[in-house]
């Protein structure tokens, strides 16, 4: 069973179609990109796993919760599950760091007693160590971002959701916030996470669901097996890194082909 199951997912605004059909599914554990151009649907789908949004039509399963049958005073409980980090950050300007991370766990049922513990161990995770007294006005924008991934991370939850999480950093620290998640990942957790910052997508081999006006174009599929399995292992040796990369360029471009 997936974690994450989209069945033919379609939302409308008016006359305004966001997405049309949407189904993929997200295994435990998977890093997926999820790209396409300004307007094509990347932010309504990270809206609709959240459950800001309610579906026209199809359904949304996270961690085998059907979320169409979830009722509304249900829906807070269900976004423990889930860790968000948005491009603006939106940490509370009158916190400190430390406060911004503790917050997420004032709506959770962690006892108070674990939350220094929590919150101490996200930070280090991120190396936000001798920042924490700093209000979010006094922090570089590279460290908002690794605050509202500590943040995202401090409830453990099964999946974190980033929208456009490099959108308002530059290449080297949008490296270094992408390095960042490429851990978290590697240490277990299910990451989707939208984004049109084509040379991250290139350097990070991982997963690509392409959109363009509100329709999945292209999904290279589940790189999971892929990563831990011999078989393809094989194949990718003795590649330059160029031929790997062009070969994951096809891929997206053309899914339904066999790999030359
Ligand atoms: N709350 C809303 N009300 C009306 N229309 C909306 C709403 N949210 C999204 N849309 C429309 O849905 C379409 C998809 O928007 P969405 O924000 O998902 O695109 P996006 O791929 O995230 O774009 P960007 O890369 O610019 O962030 C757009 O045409 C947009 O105008
Ligand atoms: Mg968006």
């Given at each position: ?97 430390w406060e911004?991370v503790e917050v997420a766990l004032a709506?959770t049922n962690v006892p108070r007693k674990e939350w220094k513990e929590r919150v101490t161990h996200v930070i ?30 401090v409830a ?105």
């Amino acid at each position: 069973m997936p974690m994450l199951k989209l069945n033919n997912v379609t939302k409308t605004f008016g006359e305004i179609l966001a997405v049309e059909d949407i189904s993929f599914e997200v295994s435990e554990g998977e890093f997926v990109f999820i790209t396409g151009p300004s307007g094509s649907g990347k932010s309504t789908i990270i809206k609709l796993i959240l459950r800001q949004f309610t579906p026209d039509s199809g359904e949304i399963f996270l961690n085998e919760t059907d979320f169409g049958k979830l009722k509304y005073k249900e829906i807070p409980k269900m976004r423990q599950k889930i860790g968000i980090v948005f491009q603006d950050f939106k940490m509370i300007p009158d916190r400190t760091l430390w406060e911004n991370v503790e917050v997420a766990l004032a709506v959770t049922n962690v006892p108070r007693k674990e939350w220094k513990e929590r919150v101490t161990h996200v930070i280090k995770l991120v190396g936000l160590e001798k920042r924490t007294s700093l209000f979010p006005s006094q922090l570089a924008g590279g460290e908002l971002q690794r605050g509202s991934l500590a943040r995202a991370l401090v409830a453990n939850p099964s999946i974190i959701l980033a929208d456009e999480p490099t959108g308002n950093l530059d290449w080297k620290t949008a490296e270094s916030i992408m390095e960042l998640f490429e851990q978290i990942n590697k240490e277990g957790k299910t990451i989707i996470m939208a984004t049109h910052h084509l040379g991250l997508i290139e350097k990070h081999k991982n997963r690509v669901i392409e959109l363009n006006e509100g329709k999945v174009v292209s999904d290279s599929g589940s790189k999971k097996e892929e990563k831990g399995g011999k078989k393809e292992e094989n194949k990718e040796e003795g590649k330059t890194e160029e031929q790997k990369e062009l070969n994951i360029s096809d891929k997206k471009s053309k899914s339904d082909e066999v790999e030359k």
